[in-house]
């Protein structure tokens, strides 16, 4: 068999014992170290080193942070929570009134961060938590930009369903705007 017959993907032996394999045209190239192994997992774990769980204590974030923890182990990466207090009133009659507001919305996000905490510590995973006011989508997406995620885990129900048929979900507006990759659990 001539070297013009040969794939461009077939390895052979060269006359000084180096592995080659054939071009196109059916000149032998010697392989650079990268293409004699093949691609791992284990050796090249750089895929995401910091992942940001978008957490409102729903269900569909419940499950998001299960995978999350799991994604955690097997990358190896840092984890944070975001939660996002969307909820203060916009007109409030006194300034006490506001403030009550944002302290009960600032108790109800510790708690469920709280609870998120120790399930990933049950899980062997150090898990970093922020609680940030605004409006949902825009501030996760400012927080991904802000501290340089490579991943963001959305669940794909959270609470606002009813607004969610009017202006769309939270979950696709971030997963149009994020600078980066959105994992979306259902």
Not at 29 to 36: A, P
Not at 157 to 174: C, I, P, Q
Request: proline share 2%.
């Amino acid at each position: 068999m001539s070297f013009g017959t040969l794939r461009k993907s077939h390895l052979r032996q060269a006359g000084n014992g180096k592995k080659c394999r054939t071009t196109r045209q059916g000149s032998l190239k010697r392989l650079g170290e990268h293409e004699r192994r093949a691609p791992s997992i284990e050796r090249n774990n750089k895929m995401f080193q910091k992942i940001l769980l978008a957490y409102d204590g729903s269900s569909g974030a419940r499950r998001a942070l299960d995978v999350a923890l799991e994604l955690v182990k097997v990358a190896h990466a840092e984890l944070w929570a975001l939660a996002v207090e969307e909820r203060l009133p916009h007109y409030s009659a006194t300034i006490d009134e506001m403030e009550e507001e944002k302290e009960f919305a600032n108790h109800f996000y510790q708690e469920k961060l709280s609870i998120a905490y120790l399930q990933a510590l049950k899980a062997g995973v150090e898990l970093k938590s922020e609680i940030r006011a605004g409006h949902a989508a825009r501030t996760i997406i400012d927080f991904t930009r802000e501290k340089g995620f490579d991943l963001v885990v959305l669940g794909s129900s959270g609470h606002s369903k009813v607004w969610a048929m009017f202006l769309g979900t939270t979950a696709e507006k971030v997963s149009r705007h994020v600078p980066c990759t959105v994992l979306l659990v259902r």
